[in-house]
């Protein structure tokens, strides 16, 4: 589950982590009351879970409740790559002498919790780890030792933090570092992170990402839920019960299991397309579920082709094959279909498949190639 900037704030609060005092409103009435309380000069941001906030105008700088009703009037509704503006957080600016980055997730591949630190904050990460990747401190840390302050002095000395801001970034660091373990947190990111004229180090934005199958320890969580927002694509597949999250391409995919669908994700970015979604209809592809998936995906108007992937695995490729013609047969889809199907008697559901082979629905002998012909479908 993706926090709200305002809630990732609430959350670091309760461990220390110093942050920007604030509120977040709804209306614009009480966006002005809010700034009044919170001390001028304010900064409107909206509460979207969705990069790129400042670029599409939703990040304002106000000095007087005449600039925040401005403001708050033009970001509340405002439509950021698929995401509405509901709420903003009305905080008060903080004077800013340097910007830095800090985070904690889970490697995955190397099975250790990862720490980075960069001097270079408030910029996009990733480029940042692209153009410069030696900007960017890394340590791998062992989930049972935990995060030790030689290892927090480490990292920010070795990400060439300002001497003066080192002392405040370490034990913000280690309250992070408890925030990420004792939360259940896959994703703590504090971008940035910065040093105020002062000498003062607090975290000017945050961002987390919770751990949904810790939920179970977390009945605290429920206050986190009740103002989760979904667009009408996340709503549909909330209630079929698909894993889905909505992006901003057009190419739809579908894919049975997390790990093949994020494959397929990056296959479509390297052959030059740009994904729609990400939806996983898990270890099986029976006809009910593949019908679900085709109808989320068909709400979606930005979708001109979809690239079905599909694994089978202890699920028969026979049987996955005539789910996804039943599916076809209730689901008048608009978009082609390309359609990739691997594993398990993979040969014999290819078959099943090219019997229904159309102008509107292809099948792909690899992924690379599924990727390529739906990448070149959805430019058309």
Partial sequence: MDLFEYQGK????????????????TTVDDAVAA????????????QVQVGGRG?????????DADEVRLHAGNILGMDIKGHVVRRVWIEHASDIDKEYYASFTLDRGRKLHLGMVSARGGV???????????AIAKLHIDPVDGLTRADAEWLVTEAGLDAEARSGAVEVLLSLWRCFVEGDCDLVEINPLILTPDGRVHALDAKVTLDDNAEFRHPEWEEFKAVVERDHREQLAHEKGLQYIGLDGTVGIIANGA??????LDVVTQVGGKAAN????GGGASADVMAGALEVINTDEKVRSILINIFGGITRGTEVA?????????VDVRAPIVIRLDGTLADEG?????????????????MLDAARIAVDLASK
């Fill in 10 to 25: 609430q959350y670091f609060g309760r461990y220390g982590i110093p942050v920007s005092a604030g509120e977040p409103v």
């Fill in 35 to 46: 700034a009044g309380r919170v001390g001028y000069p304010v900064v409107v941001k909206a």
């Fill in 55 to 63: 670029k599409a105008g939703g990040i304002k700088l106000a000095a």
């Fill in 124 to 134: 996009d990460i990733e480029q940042v780890a692209a153009e410069d990747p030696s």
């Fill in 259 to 264: 790990g093949l669908a994020m494959s397929t």
């Fill in 278 to 281: 990400f939806l996983d209809i």
């Fill in 322 to 330: 005539n789910g996804i013609v039943e599916a076809f047969s209730r």
């Fill in 350 to 366: 290819q078959k099943i498949l090219a019997a229904h082979r159309t102008e509107k629905l292809i099948v792909a002998p690899t």
